[in-house]
């Protein structure tokens, strides 16, 4: 694709701008489109995994991410009501293997450092305030319409509004995101005063029956952020629905008391809760100039921590195949490269549960072999 395409890109969260930044490092003219009134993420952390952080790391985000962000020393599975270490793993000693570290970080941070690197490029590009309402293919192009009366056009547009993406339904149709029995509640807590077996430099996993909880350290071991996921039949998308903390301490009553403190420490009004929806994998993201990337393309359970990373995969490799490929033969290429990893991670999402929620017998092979395989990946690198 010539560099003198302009690329439309619907949405300014973390894969949006991945592969916003991934263009405008190639040397390509942007312009993301943000509905929010302003940009920002909610606040919750998020587990930045090997074959993330080496896309970030391939963009010259290393200071930002590293300032930033926490590096835990071990991936720790405790079981849910003696706290007994079920399996550790030393991180530090598997960046060699990885290629790359894993980072802990608040994702607002993750979301400024990206933003700020976009904006060092052309400030002029971001817009907020900005609906998009349908999108069209031109004979020569791309059209997107808004709620507030523009209308962008270019020669690439990219879909990176989410799991109810409105330009997913202009190419395909609107359909039910299937309810997949789990909900999750997440938090944000102070570590002050918290138990070590909480607070500690570690990633933590407590595996209990239709139940775990997944807790580390965000700004420098200031903060514990938790998401505590369980099986049961309540059913609600969005990530700010509140939730009583009452409510959670008796989903997990019988656990052991440092996981309880952790929850019960959670702020007034700062806890929220979902209910877990995926799709089936798609086959087919893209008609002619415009694609998908990120959820708009591939939704799945957090229970692998890959939503995003998946995402900031897609951005790597969409700007990589559309410098080598004129568009729509790139554009099936991105989807042709992408559409089996991010498949096989949503169907090894749903499985993670039987791993996560199941403390009979020594599942810690399966869980290495399942995190080994998704984190070697280098989306800087395959071939496109």
Request: charged residues 20%.
């Amino acid at each position: 694709m010539s560099p003198s395409e302009h690329v439309i890109i619907i949405g300014a969260g973390i894969g949006g701008l991945t592969a916003g930044l991934s263009l405008q490092r190639a040397g390509y003219r942007i312009s993301v489109y943000e509905q929010a009134p302003e940009f920002g993420e909610i606040g919750a952390g998020i587990m930045l995994t090997p074959n993330a952080t080496r896309v970030l790391l391939n963009l010259g985000l290393e200071s930002g991410l590293m300032a930033k962000g926490d590096r835990p020393t071990a991936s720790l599975y405790r079981k849910f009501d003696t706290a007994e270490i079920m399996q550790s793993t030393p991180l530090n000693d598997r960046v060699a293997t990885y290629g790359a570290p894993q980072v802990h970080i608040h994702r607002a941070d993750l979301h400024r450092t990206l933003l700020d690197a976009v904006a060092a490029y052309d400030p002029s590009c971001l817009h907020t305030s900005h609906v998009c309402e349908r999108v069209e293919q031109t004979a020569d192009g791309v059209r997107a319409v808004f709620a507030n009366g523009t209308v962008a056009e270019g020669g690439v547009l990219i879909g990176c509004d989410g799991a109810r993406s409105v330009v997913r339904a202009t190419l395909f149709g609107r359909e039910s995101p299937h309810f997949t029995g789990q909900v999750a509640w997440r938090g944000l807590v102070p570590a002050a005063g918290l138990p070590d077996t909480v607070s500690g430099p570690a990633s933590t996993v407590w595996i209990g029956p239709d139940h775990h909880v997944v807790q580390y350290g965000v700004r420098h071991g200031t903060f514990v952020n938790f998401v505590a996921v369980a099986r049961t039949k309540w059913e609600e998308e969005g990530w700010n629905i509140p939730a009583n903390v009452s409510d959670l301490l008796s989903e997990f009553d019988g656990w052991h008391p440092d996981l309880r403190a952790l929850l019960a420490a959670t702020p007034a009004g700062t806890c929220f809760k979902w209910g877990l929806f995926d799709r089936e994998p798609a086959d087919v993201w893209t008609q002619g100039r415009i694609t998908l990337l990120g959820d708009a393309a591939h939704p799945m359970l957090p229970l692998m921590a890959q939503g995003s990373a998946m995402a900031i995969e897609d951005g790597c490799v969409l700007a990589r195949c559309l410098s080598d490929l004129p568009v729509e033969k790139a554009l099936q290429r991105y989807e042709h490269m992408r559409a089996p990893r991010a498949g096989g991670i949503i169907l090894r999402s749903r499985a993670a549960a039987g791993l996560y929620q199941n403390v009979r017998g020594d599942k810690s092979a399966e869980r290495q072999a399942y995190v080994d395989s998704i984190y070697t990946y280098d989306a800087t690198t395959v071939a496109v």
